[in-house]
Structures are given as C-alpha cells and as structure tokens.
C-alpha cells in the first residue's frame, strides 16, 4: 500500500504528483481482465424479501464493462471498468434491476474496489484484495464505516437497512464468469437478519471497446491509418 502520510520533514511523502500509467487499460486490468466486454446471463437468482416472507426468481441479466483511461489520486494510480447491468424477468419488458458503477484495479496494493449506485436511491462502495492474476476475489462494504461504506435513503435505512454487502466473483476456466453478492438487511418488523441474495453466470456476447487513451495511442503510431491521411491532406494542400 502507497504511504499517503502527510506529516511534514524531510521523509514526508508528495501525495501531488501523479504517476504516468499506461494509456492501454486492457491489459492493466489485472484479475479485472477476463470481465471486460459485453456479457448475458440467462438463468440468474435472486432472494429478496416479500411481506410473507422470502420471494425468489429467476432473471435475464445484460451486464456491459467497458474499460476507462487510467485514474489517478495524485500517487494513487486505477485501471478500471465501468459497468451496465440491465435485468428482467424472463419474457417480461419491464426492468427488474438496474445498476451502474466501476470496478477499479489499483495495482500498487492489489486490490479492487467496487461502486454501486441502484435508481432506488442507494449507493455503497466495496473493496478487497486480490492478486494480478486471482481467478475468485471477494469485496465487502459495511453500514457506518466512513471508508467502503453504504449509503441509503431515510426510506430504505428505517425499513430495509442494508448493515454489510458482499460481492465474490470467479472467473471460470470456459470464459464465462460469475457472482453471488449478500446484502444483510435489518428489517423493520423482523427479529434476525435477512439474506438478500443474488447470483448469475455470464457469458461474453461481444468484445469491450478500448478506451479514448488507448485509441489515441494506437493512432498515434498509424496503426488506425489516422496520421498517414492527416498527413496525406498536409501534402494535398501544400501542392494546392
């Protein structure tokens, strides 16, 4: 982990100056790598609290990953993802879940880091370590921490309070990946922690776009065939 200690002297650390990074995020991604792209899953579960007690279904999910340029906390350096996940129920139009968010890879410290935001008005942020080339890692968020904590509205934290979340994901030998993410809800009207669960396998449809850094770079060098017809028109004009 990056010391960011900002105690004066001679010893003290610049928590300023940003490091160069790589333009190219697909191959910084670490264990993040194999997630990148667009991705279905058609046999996703989900247990969720109902008024008698536990509701269960089953969904179709669409989750997209698209990489981002390089992120940076002055030292601090990210390569990361930003997600899409769109759900509905089999054969049904309506949205079921909707959630967008990034998943970061910081290399320095090996460890990810996970953003949730849902259009019900909550948000949390997890993290947890893993290796460069870790094929399971687990994130975990916690209610009142003021670091990879959740948030809700007044709604949600009196009647369904979300106390910890947790999210693990594998990354399995065919290509496909999966989650199961828990969040532990404290409801209003019952005696012991409810188990809100979800899970699903997803298998690549296409392939991520690179980001605007990596675009640029490739372009930089002709392989996109950019700079020879800029240079062909600085030649047309200057015979012109």
Do not use: C
Not at 42 to 67: M, T
Not at 153 to 165: A, E, H, I, M, W
Not at 177 to 199: P, T, V
């Amino acid at each position: 982990m990056i010391d960011l200690t900002t105690e004066p002297g001679p010893n003290a650390v610049d928590i300023f100056t940003e490091p160069d990074g790589d333009p190219d995020t697909l191959v910084n991604l670490g264990p993040l790598g194999p997630m990148a792209g667009i991705w279905e899953g058609v046999r996703g579960s989900d247990q969720h609290p109902v008024a008698e007690g536990v509701g269960r279904d089953i969904f179709v999910e669409r989750y997209e990953l698209q990489p981002i340029d390089r992120q940076t906390n002055g030292p601090q350096l990210f390569y990361g993802l930003r997600y899409h996940t769109h759900i509905v129920k089999p054969g049904e139009v309506e949205t079921f879940h909707d959630q967008v968010g990034y998943w970061l890879w910081e290399p320095a410290a090996e460890e990810i880091t996970f953003t949730l935001g849902i259009p019900r008005a909550q948000v949390l942020l997890a993290n947890g370590p893993a290796a460069a080339d870790a094929t399971e890692f687990e994130l975990r968020a916690t209610l009142g921490t003021e670091i990879y904590g959740i948030l809700s509205n007044p709604f949600l934290q009196g009647n369904f309070r979300t106390v910890d979340y947790r999210i693990h994901v594998t990354i399995n030998d065919d290509g496909t990946w999966s989650y199961e993410e828990e969040g532990r809800l404290d409801i209003s009207d019952r005696g012991e922690l409810f188990s809100h669960l979800d899970a699903n396998t997803l298998t690549r449809i296409a392939p991520p776009t690179p980001n605007p850094l990596a675009v640029l770079a490739a372009s930089a060098d002709g392989s996109l065939g950019i700079g020879d017809l800029r240079q062909d028109r600085q030649e047309r004009r200057s015979t012109t």
